[in-house]
């Protein structure tokens, strides 16, 4: 039973247009979601978060988006940068219970 | 730059033996987690430490595996024996939590991938 669901498991974009990730939960206890890069043989690097008294956070180019109601949240790059190339990995943890619940991973594709 | 520092990076063992996979949390957090990734479970939760102490493991085989953290500044992950189905990356994080209802970040390092033959 996947908790956190990345629907899509590959995106490409061009250099300087938006980059879109989505994600879905099914948990209701959820209340913090984080999203994660990760290049190939590192470990994933911590790239923003959100609470779920919020619906929007906000850090330079990267901004999450929380819609409760329909247990969703995106992440939004903009512009998208080569150096965004990498997997990025949705994750959500429940009150009471800190382990982070993640999905299974877009990799974004940003073409020069 | 405080990281949290994973060893050996790399692992390859046979069937049976002993493998001791080693974790340096970022100096001050207070939460050590460890993950396990494979192709077909992705990123699942393995064990979880606070304060030093065991919070939930049971994400874990308890048969062969065992989790410790010795002191503040080290955390270990023990397979004994290991199989060739343990074969994954193994990934350490650690957090501040500061209590009440905030969820700490966690911090990742960079992972023990271990191959068993």
């Known amino acids: 039973d996947q908790q956190v669901k990345q629907n899509s498991p590959s995106l490409s974009v061009q250099e300087g247009r938006i980059s879109i990730l989505n994600c879905d939960y099914t948990?209701?206890?959820?209340?913090?979601f984080l999203w994660y890069k990760k290049y190939p043989a590192e470990g994933p690097t911590f790239l923003i978060s959100?609470?779920?008294?919020?619906d929007k956070n906000e850090d330079g180019r990267f901004t999450v988006f929380l819609n409760k109601s329909a247990k969703h949240l995106s992440l939004h790059i903009v512009p998208s940068q080569p150096g965004d190339s990498a997997v990025y990995f949705c994750a959500a943890s429940a009150a009471g219970r800190r382990a982070l619940t993640f999905g299974s991973g877009t990799r974004l594709q940003v073409q020069p | 730059d405080a990281r949290v520092t994973q060893t050996p990076r790399h692992k390859v063992t046979e069937m049976g033996q002993e493998v001791t996979m080693r974790c340096q949390p970022i100096?001050?957090?207070?939460?050590v987690f460890w993950y396990r990734q494979t192709m077909m479970q992705g990123l699942e939760l393995l064990a979880y430490f606070r304060n030093r102490a065991p919070l939930d493991d049971s994400g874990m085989p308890k048969d062969r595996f065992s989790a410790e953290m010795p002191d503040a500044t080290l955390a270990t992950l023990k397979i004994q024996p290991s199989e060739p189905r343990d074969s994954a990356v193994y990934f350490c994080a650690s957090g501040l939590f500061l209590g009440g209802g905030a969820s700490e970040t966690q911090y990742f390092g960079p992972g023990t991938r271990l191959l068993v033959l």
């Open positions: 959100i609470s779920s008294i919020k």
């Open positions: 948990n209701s206890m959820f209340d913090y």
């Open positions: 100096l001050g957090h207070n939460t």
